[in-house]
């Protein structure tokens, strides 16, 4: 199977389950719908996670915060995606 642009991948992720990283500390997992060439996404049964990191300034531990929270139907603009994670390949 050959790739002749970057695009070609997530087309082989369609209706799988991908896990999205987006800028601002997010990610989102879920079924890839549908994509376009800007990289814009439409995920259903999305589960989004946003991350929050705080500073304990009294051990100066990062403190990472995960909330979560289930979206039927999400649109990610393309700008926002940093990676997009296949679902694992089978052994052939």
Same mark, same amino acid.
């Given at each position: 199977?050959? @790739? ?5 991948? #997530? ?9 999205? $990283?987006? +800028?601002?500390?997010? %990610? #989102? ?15 259903? $049964?999305? &589960? %989004? ?15 990472? %915060? +995960?909330?979560? +929270?289930?979206?039927?139907?999400? @649109?990610? +603009? ?9 679902? $694992?390949? &089978?052994?052939?």
């Amino acid at each position: 199977m050959t @790739f002749n642009q970057p695009l070609d991948l #997530v087309g082989l992720c369609l209706g799988e389950e991908v896990l999205v $990283k987006l +800028r601002g500390n997010r %990610e #989102v997992q879920g079924i890839l719908t549908s994509y376009d060439e800007h990289t814009n996404l439409l995920i259903t $049964k999305a &589960k %989004e996670t946003a991350i929050s990191v705080t500073v304990d300034p009294n051990t100066n531990e990062e403190i990472e %915060e +995960r909330t979560t +929270r289930s979206i039927p139907s999400l @649109f990610v +603009r393309g700008d926002l995606v940093i990676i997009i994670a296949p679902p $694992k390949v &089978k052994q052939m």
